[in-house]
């Protein structure tokens, strides 16, 4: 699917064309849904990744203890054999033997370590490289929602633009009180280093009303960005 075409063309200039704008957000969200099946696909491909490397981490601490106990025999028959050439003794036939045995298990388990990894790293590679090329295409998904919501109907956009409208004069004036009341808390601060209670009555009156109207703004614009986000679910659904 070619998103590109889809975003090529300025969404808003099909506001005024109901027939064509029904039928490009169906085109949207047809490609919205088709990267979700890609991102899940991602996901799908992260829990195959996950399970070769335990896998593979499993495999390599089998083969460390087998190894290790490989190692831990080699040091005394090494030992025995230095004796032996430095006593000018024969080498034993027997440890000889031994340390043939201890190289032919440890390439066995190599080769085993080997064989069992080599296939799940490749797949893992495999997989990385696929989740690569799809976080590649999934990366418009955003601008094909935001396309999406800006195609809904005109009532819905309308009281988006008017709930998007009151929340920046809210915001501002959430601004304007916080600066108020930074204000009034220098102020008290001035008035106490002069011991004015009156003025420090009045500087804590006003605080206390400024917080009052801080919460308040606070409250309203959460509950504004709840009204948006559920003004912003109802555009790309509709």
């Not at 031994?98 to 590679?125: G, H, K, P, W, Y």
Request: contains cysteine; aromatic residues 2%.
């Amino acid at each position: 699917m070619n998103y590109e075409t889809l975003l090529g063309e300025n969404p808003f200039l099909l506001q005024g064309d109901d027939e064509r704008r029904i039928a490009r957000r169906e085109e949207l969200k047809w490609a919205v849904a088709d990267i979700m099946v890609k991102e899940l696909m991602m996901s799908e491909n992260d829990t195959c990744i996950k399970k070769l490397s335990d896998r593979i981490d499993t495999a390599v601490a089998i083969h460390g203890e087998k190894a290790a106990k490989i190692h831990a025999e080699t040091p005394e028959l090494t030992e025995r054999r230095i004796r032996c050439i430095k006593d000018g003794t024969p080498l034993s036939a027997k440890d000889a033997a031994r340390q043939m045995e201890l190289t032919e298990e440890l390439v066995a388990i190599n080769r085993t370590l080997e064989i069992e990894t080599a296939a799940d790293q490749a797949a893992i590679l495999q997989l990385d490289r696929k989740n690569i090329a799809l976080r590649k295409v999934t990366t418009v998904k955003q601008a094909l929602m935001n396309a999406l919501s800006s195609l809904c109907s005109p009532t819905l956009r309308r009281k988006r633009k008017f709930i998007e409208h009151k929340l920046q004069l809210s915001i501002a004036g959430l601004k304007a009180a916080q600066r108020s009341l930074a204000i009034l808390g220098e102020n008290r601060k001035i008035h106490a280093m002069n011991h004015d209670r009156n003025l420090i009555a009045i500087s804590e009156s006003r605080s206390e009303d400024a917080r009052d109207l801080v919460a308040m703004i606070g409250a309203e614009i959460t509950s504004m960005h709840e009204e948006s986000a559920r003004l912003q679910a109802a555009a790309l659904a509709e």
